[in-house]
């Protein structure tokens, strides 16, 4: 994949700060950003005329202490919030990607490979709750011990937690599972 | 100097393009330009992945050293590496 420019939403995304700030959250800003595979694959395939704007918004998944879950979704909603009460024209999709069980380089990669899927069950587990909208119980389950014992990129979860903050109550129309590969593909529609 | 070290030179490989360069072709400078002890630069030289994890290396990160082939390591000698700290806690 070529490296290519992005643009960026700055109106939409110093409204995004100054509202988490708001509502008490602790964002940081970054104003010149190289973004990886985790945001340009999913455009890439969303977006093959290159004429949508971004921003990327990240949790941290990775170096525990993780956030919590619950405040993830909570994060999510607020996002929501502070889009819908933007008075723009334009139409906004939230996109989030994660894994749900992933080991990169670490102990409990696959024998021949770089990477791992140590907890095929949890992802299976992960994609019934997504499918049944079970949200709360997802948010429970969540722990950072749990999603860490599904792989050391386990808390990558976090990121379609604060996507089914935005979501709601609402059940995806489409759910797609990659057990062997550590992930769902889904996605929910509303007006 | 200790983890912060190993993860910092495992994440430049990642993101510093002019970084990586330098390492894989044998740049003294930009070997300096991270501050490694002599045995932390042995380990990242030969690619030594059991003595870099156990010594703390973020296991993520770890992964550029196969991922851009510093230390000429295989799949195989990175599996062996990574796996030798589950088989001393089984």
Known sequence: ?191 | MGKYEIDLFNHNLSVDPEFRAGILAGDELAWQSVPLTADERSALESADIAWLYAHGANDFLLHNLFRFGVGGVRIEDYVRGIKQHLAGHE
């Open chain 1, 1 to 191: 994949m070529r490296n290519r420019s992005v643009p960026l939403l700055p109106e939409l995304g110093e409204r995004v700060l100054s509202g988490l700030t708001d509502r008490g959250y602790f964002p940081a800003r970054n104003a010149k950003l190289s973004v990886d595979h985790s945001i340009m694959v999913p455009l890439h395939f969303l977006d093959p005329g290159e004429r949508m704007a971004l921003l990327p918004i990240y949790l941290n998944g990775l170096v525990p202490p993780l956030p919590g879950a619950a405040r993830c979704q909570a994060l999510g909603d607020d996002v929501r919030a502070i889009i819908e009460a933007w008075d723009s024209p334009l139409k906004v999709a939230l996109v989030a990607s994660g894994s749900f069980s992933l080991e990169v380089g670490g102990p409990r990669i696959a024998d021949n490979a770089i990477a791992g899927v140590p907890d095929p069950a949890w992802v299976t587990h992960v994609s019934s709750r997504l499918k049944a909208g079970q949200t709360a119980d997802l948010v429970a389950e969540a722990t950072s011990e749990r999603m860490q014992r599904a792989g050391n990129v386990g808390g990558e979860l976090l990121n379609w937690i604060a996507l089914l903050g935005a979501v709601g109550a609402r059940t995806p129309e489409v759910l797609e599972q990659q057990v062997s590969l550590g992930h769902s593909y889904a996605a929910w529609t509303w007006s």
